[in-house]
T-cell receptor, first 112, second 115 residues
Framework: DQQVKQNSPSLSVQEGRISILNCDYT??????FLWYKKYPAEGPTFLIS?????DKNEDGRFTVFLNKSAKHLSLHIVPSQPGDSAVYFC???????????FGKGTRLSVIA | EAQVTQNPRYLITVTGKKLTVTCSQN?????MSWYRQDPGLGLRQIYY???????DKGDVPEGYKVSRKEKRNFPLILESPSPNQTSLYFC??????????????FGSGTQLSVL
């Protein structure tokens, strides 16, 4: 059973607008969440993270929101730029020696 | 430059011919891991290692072996590759898997095709 779900395989947004990527999780033991960004022919790179003790973390144009009661997190990119076009993976982990669990990814296309 | 280096980038082989994909990191990281990425399935963990001589199975370990004889190297071994192991493979490392900071550093990937 998939513990981390990204239900939108793809998303298209116009340049300058907001991109919102969503992620749902089922395991209530998860207490740390991350977003990774992947360009073609490259490995994923860390983008932003949030601990379960927070509900928001912001880094420049990127903000991650966490709703623990709904087991939902989202990544907001404002304003979106063509260079943001990539596959975004949501990931989650729980304290201890458990592996990081990834979602299937959402391909974001930012159109100029 | 801090990096995770995988070799080769591309590999075409035939069923049953043993192969090894190498992975090396120069950041003195304790934790290393292998993932495969398949269309519609995202990143799935194959094996991971918390430290030297310590390895554990991930979600999809069947058909793979790993070893961690040195801290910097974590090779992925396919003793008898099959076509269902055709995939994009990523090696990753992090300073300490048990730390709250879970940032994984990924290699550039190895595209494997098994005919």
């Amino acid at each position: 059973d998939q513990q981390v779900k990204q239900n939108s395989p793809s998303l298209s947004v116009q340049e300058g607008r907001i991109s919102i990527l969503n992620c749902d999780y089922t395991n209530s033991m998860f207490d740390y969440f991350l977003w990774y960004k992947k360009y073609p022919a490259e490995g994923p790179t860390f983008l932003i993270s949030i601990s379960s003790i927070k509900d928001k973390n912001e880094d420049g144009r990127f903000t991650v929101f966490l709703n623990k009661s709904a087991k939902h997190l989202s990544l907001h990119i404002v304003p979106s730029q063509p260079g943001d076009s990539a596959v975004y993976f949501c990931a989650a982990s729980s304290s201890g020696n458990t592996p990081l669990v990834f979602g299937k990814g959402t391909r974001l296309s930012v159109i100029a | 430059e801090a990096q995770v280096t995988q070799n080769p980038r591309y590999l075409i082989t035939v069923t049953g011919k043993k192969l090894t994909v190498t992975c090396s990191q120069n950041m003195n990281h304790e934790y290393m891991s292998w993932y495969r990425q398949d269309p519609g399935l995202g990143l799935r963990q194959i094996y991971y290692s918390m430290n030297v001589e310590v390895t554990d199975k991930g979600d999809v370990p069947e058909g793979y072996k790993v070893s961690r004889k040195e801290k910097r190297n974590f090779p992925l071994i396919l003793e008898s590759p099959s076509p269902n192991q055709t995939s994009l493979y990523f090696c990753a490392s992090s300073l300490d898997r048990r730390a709250s900071d879970e940032k994984l550093f990924f290699g550039s990937g190895t595209q494997l095709s098994v005919l």
